[in-house]
């Protein structure tokens, strides 16, 4: 039995009670919030507090919070060398004070209120002081996942610089197209399963692979025709920059 | 029965030609292609022809060809006043000669070559000249697809344009993402999951609400910390238009 403190209400402090939960081999003993608020509605009042110096013994202290919190809240904990990971994608391992054991447990998946998460496929990034943190840290994301990475702070870092072209900015790709059908009556949906197989097929094969269209094909004549279909011209900048790029990241296999 | 000639040998050709053969209410009498090559194992050679004039009877002519050939191969066609369709995502069905009735049978989906489609999720656009075509492309189209949409020449080369945006350049950001891994020797099937569940978002909620990151937080302190990481100068520079964009669309909003 691994046991656990949970600090934080947000997405992902909601989300990981909900998954410890229905793990038998995981309790999570205690949460903390400032509101004491509920995690999950199946949770009893007196798993709850919102005064650090309450907190209950544990195996492992969970700051699912934000980043900026992270020192605060670490400085402010009442007790040492017991083992406090936080769960997010860019602060640093170091972030945590240091008068206890640290560690990272970051979910690398984008978290939304009200949606159930599977977490079987949700990769954890994983990384701690000690060694047996480690070992003990895998050993609770493999009751969640069968995607467990070292990752230290530096690679996570990147990870999460990468995260927000894959997903911040493919999602701005697919408002743009979003505001194109809308402005000429198009529904959207027509596009739903070209974005569904867009994703799918990176699986199978690597995006360089996958680049198509008429930037990569440099077809000037559909090129011109699309940017006189455009109206807005922050629409049109952008179709001509991101097909620069692409001729200019593709140009010499071409 | 609906008897169909396919000319044409490539991706759309051969997948059309695939998804007819299992279906018993449609036969496929013939393919046109100028290598005389088979569109499928099971084709007998009997059916297939380099010779436009030796054209076989058939309800409907699907012109599944380059966009520059539409034109050329419609004009070369010896017989009038029959079906005959394109499937071109940007040509307007006024590409087709009009000695015959013309029409559009666009499969709105991305093709690899040996990857399988399923296509009873893939949208069909329809037009044709005359009303009794449009029902007997649409007749043709269910019986692969639940998703049929008649759409003008007009709004299909909107689609298409949006089709770059939400398929090309969000495929681009997953190339800049794996650039970025490899540069720092991070696996990029970490950030599989995420990609997965992008695109899952944009069916269940609108990509302006779906929009996450650190551009429309205005989290600047994160912006420069991402710009510090990224190596290269294009990789830096993207990064800036594209978080400026992001910003510049939702300002307003925050």
Do not use: W
Not at 123 to 129: N, T
Request: aromatic share 8%.
């Amino acid at each position: 039995m691994i046991t656990v403190v949970i600090l934080g209400a947000g997405n992902v402090a909601q989300h990981l009670y909900a998954a410890f939960y229905i793990q038998k081999s995981i309790k999570v003993v205690q949460c903390f919030n400032r509101q004491g608020v509920k995690l999950h509605e199946n949770q009893t009042e007196d798993t709850i507090t919102t005064d650090l110096k309450k907190l209950a013994d544990a195996d492992i202290y969970i700051l699912a919070i934000s980043d900026d919190a992270i020192e605060s809240v670490s400085n402010a904990l009442p007790f040492k060398n017991r083992l406090v990971v936080h769960t997010s994608g860019s602060a640093p391992m170091q972030a945590i004070n240091n008068a206890n054991n640290r560690g990272v447990f970051y979910p690398l998946q984008t978290f939304s209120a009200g949606k159930e998460v599977n977490f079987s496929k949700v990769p954890f990034c994983i990384e701690a002081d000690l060694e047996k943190d480690v070992v003990l840290l895998k050993k609770l994301a493999a009751t969640l996942s069968q995607k467990i990475y070292d990752i230290s702070s530096e690679q996570r870092s990147v990870l999460h610089v990468a995260a927000v072209f894959v997903n911040n900015f493919s999602n701005y790709m697919f408002s743009i197209g979003n505001e194109i059908c809308i402005e000429n009556n198009v529904p959207f949906e027509i596009l739903h399963p070209l974005i569904q197989e867009t994703a799918k097929k990176i699986v199978e094969i690597e995006p360089d692979k996958a680049q198509t269209g008429p930037a990569i094909r440099k077809d000037t004549q559909t090129i011109e025709r699309h940017l006189s279909i455009l109206k807005g011209n922050s629409q049109k900048e952008l179709y001509k920059m991101l097909t620069e790029a692409i001729q200019s990241k593709y140009g010499k296999e071409l």
